[in-house]
């Protein structure tokens, strides 16, 4: 799986929000821990029972990064024509799953996770934020799953275009330009990941943000 991401910024920027927790939990998961250069690791956690930890086997600052299973991908961050590209090549699928599923799953997660790095790196450069998320099931079919959680969202959120089915993001105005995530995962079972990135002023209602996620979550 390969992805190339145009994102408005800076190679220096676009390393720091690989490689430094605080830059990783703006976009990639809520909570990080790195222990940096080759030989080193990457932790990442979305809740109890939904976290992993990755060797790093490639550490060239503003360049590139590798790390190993279970989360095997590299990141390049490339300069073309003015633009900062950053290209993601991810492998190592597991033999035994549906790999179709998994792929397309795997290809939605990565869309919808690089649509809130380029939100976060675009028009928060150095602002400080807090992410919250849930997850749990849905008696729903995917995609009514997430028109339900779309529906509960204020009338000025705005969607932000390209996800694939199912996914989405949209940009909170109110509530300083903050980013909300969906992720809805599976198409006999659905699993529901809710995330949001808030930024400035706005953190200081993150608890308040993951009580208000987790009753969307049970609607």
Known sequence: MKFDVPIK??????????????EITKWYAPEAR???GQGGSIWLSWGAGCEGEAK??????????RTAAPMAVEYSILSENGQVILRLVQSGFSPDANFEEEYQSTFAGWTTMFKALQHSLERHPGTSAVTVSVAGPSGL?????????????????????GHPPGYGGFVLQ?????YFAVFCEGRKKTAVTLMCVLYGPARDQADEFKCLLGKMLLQ
């Open 141 to 161: 079919p995917q995609l009514e799953a997430f028109q339900r959680i779309s529906a509960l969202l204020p009338e000025s959120a705005v969607a932000v275009e």
């Open 56 to 65: 790093i086997e490639v550490w060239e600052p503003g360049k590139c990064l």
């Open 174 to 178: 109110d509530q300083n330009d903050s």
């Open 34 to 36: 790195v222990v940096p």
């Open 9 to 22: 910024t800076t190679p220096e920027q676009l390393w720091k929000a690989l490689t430094e927790a605080p």
